[in-house]
């Protein structure tokens, strides 16, 4: 099994539509992440979290949502989606310590018509 | 500002041969972390190798070796016995105090028999 699950993995919606992609983890780290990567831009931060009571925006926050409802768990929602919120989405994770390599799920292709 | 720069959109090397993706970055921090990460076709974010910026030697893992120049702020990728299996996107990434990871824009290496 994965150590970093996400769910689903592709999902296709309509505008407007509310979207909760979900990841959970069993490596036991505290900190969690959703990043979106579009083509030519690298992955960029939406938001993480270091602690189960811990949210930070990250640089494109605008338009998400997060929860992080326990250690293992960290969902990011889409409230009222757009089409240039197609994109790949991932979540990762890390131990705690100063610049500990982050361990990524295998992404989420969401498509928003 | 914090940035990571890969110049390379795309590199070609023969099965068997060395090559070298080029990373720079620029930070004014002390503490940073350097990482490369490899994305095959089918998506997912595969943790490479770590080079600490205080740390006096090269980081190696297997076929993969990471030439830091700290004076010139490069950390370039350094990939020997190249395989058809290395064919991917590569990444670049460093990571400040905070443990939010900045990314470049990546490299795609294809390499031919």
């Known amino acids: 099994d994965a150590d970093v699950t996400q769910t689903p993995r592709n999902r296709i919606t309509k505008t407007g539509k509310r979207i909760m992609l979900e990841c959970s983890q069993t490596?036991?780290?505290?900190?969690m992440y959703w990043y979106r990567q579009d083509p030519g831009l690298g992955l960029r931060l939406i938001y993480y979290?270091?602690?189960?009571?811990?949210?930070n925006k990250g640089e494109i926050s605008d338009g998400y949502s997060v929860s992080r409802q326990a250690q293992a768990k960290f969902s990011l929602s889409l409230e009222s989606a757009i089409p240039n919120q197609t994109a790949l989405y991932f979540c990762?994770?890390?131990?705690?310590?100063?610049?500990?390599?982050?361990?990524f799920g295998d992404g989420t292709r969401l498509s928003i018509l | 500002a914090q940035k990571i720069t890969q110049t390379q959109p795309g590199m070609f090397v023969q099965e068997k041969e060395a090559v070298t993706l080029d990373c720079t970055y620029d930070?004014?921090?002390?503490?940073?972390?350097l990482f490369w990460y490899k994305q095959p076709s089918s998506g997912e974010m595969i943790f490479l190798i770590y080079?600490?910026?205080?740390?006096?030697q090269n980081a190696t893992e297997g076929r993969y070796s990471l030439n830091f120049q700290k004076a010139r702020k490069s950390a370039n990728l350094v990939i020997s016995a190249s395989q058809l299996g290395d064919s991917a996107m590569y990444f670049c990434?460093?990571?400040?105090?905070?443990?939010?990871?900045?990314f470049g824009t990546g490299t795609r290496l294809q390499v031919f028999p």
């Open positions: 990762a994770t890390s131990p705690l310590g100063a610049n500990q390599p982050q361990h």
């Open positions: 979290s270091f602690d189960v009571k811990d949210i």
């Open positions: 080079q600490g910026s205080y740390d006096q």
């Open positions: 990434a460093m990571s400040l105090n905070t443990d939010k990871l900045i």
């Open positions: 490596k036991g780290h505290d900190r």
């Open positions: 930070t004014s921090d002390p503490s940073y972390g």
